[in-house]
């Protein structure tokens, strides 16, 4: 084979793998809301592969990412049987592309000079939310669409209606028009909305935009009403509209009333759009919505038409996007957090800075190997990072130009040193071999795992016991009223009123709920416990083969070891648990108060063995039953649940958001995905 082959079938295997993963990223990033490319990544890999096959128009594929747009709908791809319900898909009348997009002012200037001479250019903040089309007949809203794949979409009519700043109805209109905009989540309900679901023990949105998506993606528009989506329309399509320039429908769809935002500007020249540019890449952080870059158009209606559209993209619009937004800030100490399981975290305590519409004074540091990876230590100017990522991070250190600094890292006095002991106890500081945290093994004794535990025993898939939130419990802790999880059935109604914010009625709903709380179920008390690595479904497995405190007490770690997902450290755990005094103690109090320690329900009976011998993973958010109303139905048949993907696993039964994880390892596998629907036709 000669060189030039050599070549050309690596270009091949890239382009091969270019669209894969970029198909991959679309499925995430649309459908899934969950994001695993920076936009920027994803724009790489999309340019090497316009790029590779320019050079090889022999290579055309009419499926290839760079023929189509990414999709929202709720029907996933052709490798799932999963199918979304609930909303009508309708296709647009108008075919909804993408924008092409840089992140180089040179190429938007290049843009600029390949336009008509006299185009004037508008000037529009990109927000970072989701398509939207709205349809108006004779000036009622009869349609709200999502862009879907381009073609068609979701029609999410009735979530659109809960955002009051969008009309139902508007007389005056043209008998047929459409609007196009972004639906926003604010950055305030944003971090509001991530508060309650870390309350909730649920996974957090990753960023505004995704948390915009599954919000209007919900089957409740109560719940979308509550969240408090907002909106912003940039573009007008039908007949017979008033206005010969986009500026101008703009203008006419703000004295309609729609919600059309105040940051444009018509630009005629390059450098009226660099100034636009330069102004909202800093104006940009006080908005209370999330935008990620510049979106310029042709404002002359007749010139875009002209102009003309590429395959995906219009050729008289470009956005310009903002690069990940980065500040220098001074690191002025390190502090360290100790989790309920002990293990110690560092935590970066900066100088503050505005990031991604928030402020930002800590960050976290992860462990001691990320901290001499990057070689740093108090007093550092450090790069941090939010890009649309939950916790801000950092991402880079600033070149050090005293002379002491210089020399710090040749210098052991000077170098960072992880603690030895705990910061909150004095006990020395153990690291499991393999792993890369340090942890506190005075798990009984150390007050951040002590307020930890209680506050997992009180969490709602634990005890569920409600009005005992972080900071009543660590109040109840430094008075001495709430050591251990026992304490909280001997409090009484004069405790828990002489608190801070809360008072007689508070008191009478805290102990209502922990009188509740007896009667929680023996597996959900075992979870509730805090034993080290037993979650929720681990938990259950051991409550269904050891149907009593008492039997599981006296349980081998060979007799542990032999269920289900239940692995060697596991095991050790739930054997040291019961080796610890205070342990026992703790149990005993818990049984004395009438905590449920032993099953009260009957071996449940086999419906069927039509799942003798299957192993099945369950993963995503179902309709017509609960997840564990699921695992129950697999049990009932014969089968066994499995929280990990493997060979062994018969078929996943996968919901709508299946975890891009397990998802991933099942098509590696090839392993099944079955949905709820085919699953109950299967019982």
């Not at 993606?217 to 007008?236: I, N, S």
């Not at 009333?257 to 444009?264: E, K, L, N, R, T």
């Not at 008072?503 to 979870?527: M, Q, T, Y």
Request: aromatic share 8%; with cysteine.
């Amino acid at each position: 084979m000669d060189l030039f082959s050599q070549i050309d079938d690596q270009e091949r295997e890239e382009v091969l793998r270019l669209r894969r993963e970029l198909e991959e990223a679309n499925r995430l990033y649309y459908v899934m809301n969950q994001p695993t490319l920076s936009d920027r990544e994803f724009d790489e890999k999309m340019r090497r592969l316009q790029d590779l096959e320019a050079a090889h128009p022999e290579w055309y594929d009419a499926n290839s990412p760079t023929q189509h747009v990414g999709s929202d709908l709720t029907v996933t791809d052709s490798r799932s049987s999963v199918v979304g319900k609930g909303f009508e898909q309708v296709k647009h009348r108008y075919p909804m592309l993408s924008l092409g997009n840089t992140y180089s002012r040179d190429e938007i200037a290049d843009w600029l000079k390949k336009l008509p001479a006299d185009a004037e250019i508008v000037a529009e903040l990109k927000y970072d939310g989701l398509s939207i089309a709205l349809w108006y007949e004779n000036g009622t809203l009869t349609k709200a669409l999502t862009r879907g794949d381009g073609v068609k979409g979701d029609n999410v009519l009735l979530n659109i209606r809960t955002i009051p700043t969008i009309p139902h109805h508007i007389d005056g209109l043209p008998a047929r028009m459409e609007l196009r905009g972004e639906v926003l989540l604010p950055w305030d309900r944003f971090e509001q909305l991530n508060r309650e679901r870390e309350a909730e023990e649920e996974p957090l949105f990753a960023n505004p935009r995704n948390a915009a998506s599954g919000t209007l993606k919900l089957q409740d528009p109560k719940e979308v009403a509550r969240r408090g989506l907002t909106c912003y329309l940039y573009y007008m399509l039908g007949e017979d509209l008033p206005g010969r320039t986009h500026y101008e429908r703009l203008e006419q769809a703000r004295r309609w009333g729609f919600p059309v935002s105040d940051a444009i500007r018509v630009c005629h020249s390059i450098d009226e759009v660099m100034d636009f540019i330069s102004y909202w890449d800093q104006k940009r952080k006080e908005l209370p919505v999330a935008t990620d870059g510049i979106v310029l158009k042709v404002n002359s209606l007749q010139q875009q038409e002209e102009l003309g559209y590429t395959a995906k993209n219009p050729r008289w619009a470009i956005a310009y996007k903002f690069p990940a937004e980065k500040q220098l800030t001074t690191l002025r100490s390190i502090s360290y957090q100790v989790g309920r399981t002990g293990v110690v975290t560092p935590v970066a305590n900066l100088d503050p800075i505005r990031l991604s519409g928030t402020m930002v004074q800590r960050a976290t540091l992860h462990n001691e190997d990320f901290i001499r990876q990057l070689n740093i230590r108090e007093g550092d100017k450090v790069w941090v990072e939010k890009g649309g990522e939950i916790i801000p991070k950092i991402v880079g250190l600033a070149d050090r130009n005293d002379e002491m600094s210089a020399t710090a890292s040749l210098n052991d006095e000077l170098t960072y040193r992880f603690p030895t002991v705990c910061p909150e106890c004095g006990t020395k500081l153990v690291r499991v071999e393999g792993e890369a945290a340090w942890r506190c093994p005075n798990e009984n004794g150390c007050p951040p795992q002590r307020i930890g535990k209680v506050l997992h025993f009180v969490s709602r898939k634990a005890m569920n016991i409600d009005g005992l939130g972080e900071e009543t419990i660590a109040l109840l802790y430094e008075q001495g009223l709430v050591q251990n999880i026992a304490d909280l059935y001997d409090l009484r109604k004069e405790d828990i009123a002489r608190q801070e914010r809360l008072g007689d009625k508070s008191a009478e709903n805290i102990l209502a709920s922990l009188e509740a709380s007896k009667h929680v179920p023996w597996e959900r008390v075992l979870f509730a416990l805090g034993i080290r690595m037993v979650g929720e479904t681990t938990a259950k497995k051991i409550a269904r083969r050891f149907r009593s405190i008492d039997t599981l007490q006296w349980a081998t770690r060979d007799e542990l070891n032999a269920i289900d997902d239940v692995g060697p450290q596991i095991a050790e755990n739930v054997v040291a648990y019961f080796q610890d005094e205070s342990n026992l103690e703790t149990l005993m109090r818990l049984r004395q108060s009438g905590v449920q320690m032993a099953s009260t329900e009957a071996e449940p009976e086999a419906l069927s063995d039509k799942l003798k011998g299957k192993t099945i993973v369950i993963s995503g958010v179902f309709r017509q039953h609960s997840r564990d109303e699921y695992k129950a139905m697999i049990e009932a048949h014969g089968g066994k649940n499995s929280s990990s993907i493997s060979r062994k696993t018969a078929f996943v039964l996968a919901g709508e958001n299946m975890g891009p994880e397990k998802r991933k390892k099942a098509e590696e596998l090839g392993i099944e995905l079955i949905d709820e629907q085919r699953f109950l036709e299967m019982l």
